[in-house]
Structures are given as structure tokens and as C-alpha cells.
């Protein structure tokens, strides 16, 4: 593996900004969040030259927009591994997460899974960490590309735009059954050790059924998914989703090289969303995160519209009540929503309106026309898609947003109808 050390002027730089991080050089608090040793980031201060992965971390911990520009002397070629693509997302501002970017490292590079699926809510961040993850990594692998699905190519276009890349293979026959293609996936998967990033798995699962059907047409994704979790290779396979996949939770274990990882809220480092904005009132900060549970997405939104239409101050906005749904946030949530099949839709009306947890039973008594398999199914589906919650006592829950927009959302449905 190469190894690198930084320009005197780099240094400059990174002190710089550690001294804006409040670190001092070998802070343990640094060590930490670049996975690495005192005696390294010693050596990384001195200019000696150290493992390329770790010095990449080291400057991402501090926030370096850009590490290439702290490297002494020109980027070895084997660096620039990372094939960008439309749609990868630009992850210069770059909040926390510490723990989830250790959780995956390890996940990639000690237990080498194969197949790993970042869930959650949309807005959570689950593109931006897969890239900040993916830039992290790009050293220790021979090729790391990134694909959006969001214009959901078919699994042939795909495959060959990727085989072609994986095999040097130009040859791939347009007979080639999808059978053959997946295999052909595979086997660059053996031969090259590939970080392969799919964003958006959702966009291939359909609307209107519980979560994890396939799309008409799309149901050789799942295929692809299920080969890839469960033949041997050395590269791994990390998709976001906003939907969990029948796949992944068969083939998902704690030792198993196939995992899933749910990603929840910023917390409180999303306080810097609002710093950024300028917003006011930073003793109220946590309750807006709290609202939100910490949804980047939601945050920014919120946070423009505090600034524009309330001067800023988030205590005047908290003051209205209520978890207020913007023009932006009500087509976001939307396109949540349309995608709910009936029955989930019954169960979402009814945590909404009760307002409480509900446990099982509460909810079996609540329902009696939807049988206890259908209403399980429903349970399942909105856990896999994030729009459920659990109380510590096992109730299930709609966070404040999700219950707010269920209401208005009916009465749009209502009004459309009549
Ligand atoms: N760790 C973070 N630090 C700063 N901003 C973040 C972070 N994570 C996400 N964001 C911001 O939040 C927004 C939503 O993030 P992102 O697109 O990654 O969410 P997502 O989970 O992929 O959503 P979707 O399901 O809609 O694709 C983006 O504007 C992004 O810049
Ligand atoms: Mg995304």
C-alpha cells in the first residue's frame, strides 16, 4: 500500500483547522475518529511518510476539504481509484458520523463483507456517508466506482457499464442472458478487489406494496443482490437504500459476510447545520434536532425557513406549535408516502391520530377488520422503510413530522377525491 506524507504548507493547513476543532496535535480525540495510533499521528506531524488510508482519515477528521492538496509532492497514480458518476454527492461539509464510519471500516476491511446495505429514512445521509465512506476506503481497494440508480437503469444496462469496467471485457454479447451477465459481475468481483457503491436501491422496489417488492421488470436486481451476498469474491457490494430488501434480511447476520446497517439522525453535531444558517436562540437548538430526530435534510430545510421567516430565531418558530411542514418538506414526504400500500396507511392513520405509543395488542383492538398477519406485514413494511419507531417499551410510534404529515397527507388524499 502507498504511503505519503504531507507538505510543509499542508501542515500549515491542518493546523489550521485542528486549532478550529479545539484539538491539540495528538489529541486522543483525533486518534479516535481517525482510527489511528498517537504514535502515528506523530510521525503524520513529523513528515514521515505513513499508510495512505490513514492519512486520508487524519485530514478528514480535521475536515480538509481536499487531502491531495496536503500531499508532498504529485498523488501516486494507484490513489486516484474513486470513478465518480452523475448524482455522487459533493461531501465537502461533513458533519460526525464517527461512529458509523467505524462500524463500516470494520464491516469492509477486518470482517471483508461482501454485501452491506445503508438504510434509513430519506435525508437521513445515507448517500453522503456512503461517500465519505467510499473516499476513506478508496486506497485499500484496486477500484472503487459509484452508480446512481435514481433514473432506474435496467440490471443489463448496468451490468454492462460495470462488467466493462471490471473485466476490460467489450466483448459482452447482446445475448448474453442476465444470468450470464451476473455472472461475468462476479467474476471481476474475484479477479479485483472493487468497492461497488448503488445508491438509491429503492428507485428499483415498487410503490403501493408492502416494502421490498421488486418493480415490474426489476426483480433481476434482487437476483444480482442475492449472487453477490452469497458467491465467493473479495470486493463488497454497499448499497443505500430507503428500503430495507428481502435479501439483505435472509442473508443478514452479525458474523455473516452480508450486513445492514440503520442509519438514525446527526444528534447533536447537527447544531452546525444551524451555526451555518446563522440561526439564533442556540439553547433551543436541541429541541428543533430533537423534533426532527436530527434528519439533515429536514434540518436544512427548516433551518432556511427559520432564517427567512423568522429572522432567525428559532424560539419565535418554536413558539407556532407543532411540527411545521414547509412547501419543501410536504413534497419530500410525499413521495414517502405514495409509495405506502393501504394497510400501512391504515396503520399510520391510526398511530397518528391516537397520538401515543401503541403496543400490539393496542393496536390488534384497534384495527379488527385487518387480520393479525396483514397488520404484521404492515408493522414490518414501515419498520423496513423507517416511518415507524419503537418505544423502549416495545410501543410502536410515529415520530412528530411523520404523525403531523400522516394527518395532512389523508386530508390531501380526501380533498383530491372529492
Ligand atoms: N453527515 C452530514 N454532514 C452534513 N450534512 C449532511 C450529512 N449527512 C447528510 N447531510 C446533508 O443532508 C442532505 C440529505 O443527505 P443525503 O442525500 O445523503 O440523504 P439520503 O439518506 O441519501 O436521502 P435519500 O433517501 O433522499 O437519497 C444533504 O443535503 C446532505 O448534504
Ligand atoms: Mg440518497
Redesign the pocket.
Known sequence: MNTIRASTKGLETIDRLRQQKGWNRQSQAWCQEAFTTVATLRRFWQRDPIQQDTFIRICHAVNVERWEEVVEGAIPASAVQLVRSDGM?DVS?????PDELAKLTQWITTDRCRLIALL?M????????AVRLAEQLAPQFELVTWRSLRYTPSLEKLLSELTQLLCERTDLAQSDTIEEQISSLIEGLQRHRVLLVLD?WETVLSSGDFAGHYREGYKSYGEMLQRVGQEGHKSCLLL?S?EKTPEISLLEGQTAPVRSLNLTG?GEVAQEIFRSEGLADEEQWSRLIQIYRGN??VL?VIATFVRELFGGSVTEFLRQGGTLITGDLNYFLRQLFERLSSLEMQVMQQLAHTQEPMLLQQLREALPDISNQDLLGALQSLWWRSLIERSATGAFTLQPIIAEYTIHYLKWLRDKEE
Do not use: V
Not at 461539509?93 to 458520523?97: N, V
Not at 435525508?123 to 456517508?129: M, P
Open positions: 454527492p461539509i461533513f458533519y460526525g458520523r434509513g430519506g435525508g437521513i445521509g445515507k448517500s453522503t456517508l438509491g443505500t430507503r446527526l439533515p435534510l436544512q
